[in-house]
């Protein structure tokens, strides 16, 4: 390690000891704020290394500095949780709906209580500005809050008979053991979302977070030992990015593991689809997104660019609901782009930890060089850069937010999630051909218009081929509705009165001889 980042490893270990020993005072703690810095993972209510003492670096992506370096573990250790979360299902599905729910309550209240720390850690290794950071820890935790009253009202049915002699019901029981592989983009919300209701339902979790962000993953799993959640019930397997495929085909394959939950790119949700087959797994599976944002001419232009601004650069682009195309009516086409461009102009790039940062780093190099292709390729076929269309000075890991009109179908931005701060515009003239370019792609998770033609929105908001439409609106998440997506954009929905049956099996019950 250089002497730089070891100086930095240093000062970050002493910050977060500072303030968490500020924050945990009031609390029953049963290691020292200093464990903060997560050097383990935590497998059965243990927080242990791997078992050849391997470790991969977590690093900074504004800066690439260290942050931490955790377990590379591999399928052994996958087993051993798997092995302690069954363990633990016997005992955790038995424990009444109210006793699961008081717990899940303390775990979101102490994450509430520490959302500055949280926050700083997620921007610390994801690289989003902190404002967007604190957000998304809100969502985040809301979604254990959420679960822990919905668990509370997991009804049956008592079913009208069609025999004298019987009487029949649906009872609904925890599916089992989960594993849950979550992307880097949201390294807190992506997992509570699923675990909230897991745990809610009676399930216990594997979890494999990202090997770009396993810290906030790490950070639940020590508020959720502080307010005494059960050992074994909530396990965190870190790996790298070499071991991600051997750790996902134990949960895949193991039968005492009953069911996927997982966020992340299609092609790897397909990988994990076909490795489930053989133990006929239930499986939820939130991948990408290709969404198109319209604007017709009936628009409230300056409303549509606000929301243009809020669903593309989020996260800098990197969210799996930002808007991918954008499609303008020819009327509005010319106000609509230069309005765009000009408040990117406004956009402050730099490290989210700077104070009036807008835009932060992407999450790698790699993520920089595919949104760089998409520019090239459009500019070679005829686009037109407003602004940006360049690497940022800021570091390798920057890019400039940019704007592109005179956007054709045949461009790479049309046909791939290009995961970055890159607006492609593309004119169109009627409704039904910017609904046919809409839903010109296997994706279907999210999409959005801008209309104040009533009957054109009822029309549109039906033919848009997407699980989710935002209608003169940019920014569609929230705790109480149904996430998810339809075609290649994947399977089941999370959050809602809905998410918590991606958890549950229904079983009947025939009563005879009554
Ligand atoms: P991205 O391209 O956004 O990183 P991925 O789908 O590759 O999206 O990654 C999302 C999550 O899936 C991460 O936790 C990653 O480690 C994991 N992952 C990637 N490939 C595999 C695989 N073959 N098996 C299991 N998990 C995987």
Not at 99 to 122: C, F, G, P, T, Y
Not at 348 to 365: A, C, F, R, Y
Not at 389 to 414: A, N, Q, W
Not at 449 to 469: C, H, K, N, P, T
């Amino acid at each position: 390690m250089s002497q730089k980042m070891s100086r930095k490893l240093v000062s970050d270990l002493k910050l977060l000891t500072k303030s968490l020993s500020t924050h945990c005072t009031s609390i029953q703690q049963s290691r020292s704020a200093s464990s903060l810095a997560f050097k383990n993972a935590y497998i059965n209510g243990q927080w242990v290394t791997a078992e050849d003492g391997r470790t991969f670096p977590v690093r900074n992506p504004a800066n690439g500095d260290l942050i931490s370096e955790v377990p590379d573990m591999q399928a052994k250790e996958t087993q051993t949780a798997v092995n302690h979360a069954a363990d633990a299902f016997k005992r955790w599905k038995n424990y009444t709906a109210i006793e699961r729910s008081i717990l899940l309550k303390k775990w979101h209240d102490i994450m509430a209580k520490n959302q500055e720390d949280l926050a700083q850690i997620l921007t610390a290794e994801n690289g989003k500005p902190l404002a967007e950071a604190r957000g998304e820890i809100g969502y985040g935790i809301s979604f254990v809050e959420w679960f822990a009253e919905e668990g509370k009202r997991i009804y049956g049915d008592v079913i009208p008979s069609a025999f004298k002699s019987k009487r029949l019901l649906h009872l609904k029981q925890p599916v089992g053991v989960c594993g849950i592989i979550t992307p880097w983009n949201f390294p807190n919300a992506m997992i509570l979302r699923k675990v909230g209701a897991a745990l809610a339902a009676g399930c216990t979790v594997v979890v494999k977070p990202a090997e770009d962000t396993p810290l906030s993953a790490l950070a639940t799993c020590y508020f959720a030992e502080q307010v005494g959640i059960p050992a074994g019930v909530l396990n965190v397997v870190t790996c790298s990015h070499q071991h991600a495929s051997e750790v996902g085909r134990v949960l895949c394959q193991s039968p005492k593991v009953s069911k996927i939950s997982f966020t992340g790119s299609t092609a790897t949700g397909k990988v994990l689809m076909k490795q489930s087959i053989d133990t006929m797994k239930r499986v939820s599976m939130e991948l990408g997104g290709n969404a198109a944002f319209i604007v017709f001419n009936s628009a409230d232009v300056d409303a549509a660019v606000a929301g243009a601004v809020a669903s593309k650069y989020r996260g800098t682009g990197q969210t799996c609901i930002s808007a991918n195309r954008i499609l303008v009516q020819e009327e509005v086409y010319d106000e609509f782009c230069e309005k765009l461009a000009k408040v990117v102009s406004q956009f402050v790039v730099g490290d989210g930890q700077e104070d009036g940062t807008t835009q932060g780093p992407l999450i790698n190099e790699k993520a920089v060089d595919k949104v760089d292709s998409h520019v090239k390729d459009a500019v070679a076929k005829g686009g037109k850069v407003l602004i940006g269309g360049e690497r940022h000075v800021k570091g390798p890991t920057f890019y400039s937010p940019t704007v592109i009109r005179d956007i054709t179908e045949d461009m790479l931005v049309c046909s791939e999630e290009t995961f970055g701060p890159l607006a492609p515009v593309i004119k169109f003239k009627t409704e039904e051909e910017a609904v046919l370019l809409a839903n010109s792609t296997r994706f279907g998770l999210a999409g959005y218009f801008y209309s104040q033609d009533i009957r054109q929105i009822w029309r549109v908001a039906e033919d848009l081929e997407v699980g989710m439409v935002g209608i003169n609106e940019g920014v569609i998440s929230s705790t109480s509705i149904a996430f998810g997506g339809i075609k290649e954009s994947g399977l089941g929905r999370e959050g809602s009165k809905y998410g918590i049956d991606e958890y549950l099996n229904i079983k009947y019950a025939c009563f005879g001889g009554m």
